[in-house]
């Protein structure tokens, strides 16, 4: 399963980054307003920092203006992905930009067929968002295993990209199923790391070694 940070903040990204466990980058104009950044600048600092997919966001709501949006955000760099939303116009760019080779991520998919007309218009990612569709009293996890038969059924390549993600267990619920990305806040990537057992086994390891009174270096 590949990881991606969800945020434009450079320090998160960079601290996740210097990991090595970082796949990519996915922003969405809250984040970028977030960052306080300028969104060209910040997205070009983004491309630098990870050789994976760094998602952009059009905001325009046509399909010939997300087109010149598009243009513009994929010559930031090769690793911008263009992102664009669940819509019908959405989903024209998104057969457009991709049948010219151009990396699209479907965004704000709340169902599983709204995730195979993604798959059709030949995405390479589509972005269901399990967070707030558990909000709203749905199943996100239901909404991820549906994608997933749908897309095995056909074997379309376009990847499942859990988006919206709040905790470690929907990392786990995610990988069970078969997902092919998870994009995380940095906070949730940094809870995977954790087990209180792990820290306790620490403790108490070094504790035994302190006793020995020995160095390894
Ligand atoms: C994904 O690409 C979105 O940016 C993100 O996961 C949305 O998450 P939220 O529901 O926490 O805003």
């Not at 399963?1 to 996740?16: H, L, P, R, W, Y």
């Not at 479907?106 to 798959?119: E, I, K, M, R």
């Not at 997902?179 to 057992?197: E, R």
């Amino acid at each position: 399963m590949k990881f991606f940070v969800d945020t434009a903040d450079i320090a998160e990204i960079s601290e996740m980054a210097d990991t090595g466990l970082l796949d990519g980058v996915t922003t969405n104009p809250s984040l970028i307003a977030k960052s306080g950044r300028d969104f060209m600048e910040v997205t070009k600092e983004i491309c630098g920092l990870v050789d994976g997919p760094v998602s952009a966001e059009v905001v325009a709501l046509d399909h010939d203006t997300m087109m010149k949006e598009a243009e513009k955000l994929r010559r930031i760099a090769d690793n911008v992905c263009i992102k664009v939303p669940l819509t019908i116009d959405g989903l024209k760019t998104c057969k457009k930009l991709s049948s010219d080779g151009t990396m699209v991520n479907v965004t704000l998919c709340f169902s599983a067929n709204q995730a195979l007309l993604a798959a059709k218009a030949g995405a390479s990612f589509v972005s269901p968002f399990v967070g707030r569709h558990d909000d709203n009293g749905f199943d996100g996890m239901e909404l991820i295993a549906d994608i997933r038969t749908i897309y095995n059924n056909y074997d379309f390549t376009t990847e499942i990209l859990v988006a919206s993600i709040r905790n470690p267990v929907h990392v786990l619920q995610s990988a069970r199923i078969g997902a092919d990305v998870a994009t995380m806040p940095p906070a949730v990537i940094k809870g995977l790391f954790k087990h209180i057992l792990t820290d306790k086994g620490i403790e108490g390891f070094l504790a035994d070694w302190k006793k020995t009174g020995q160095s390894i270096l």
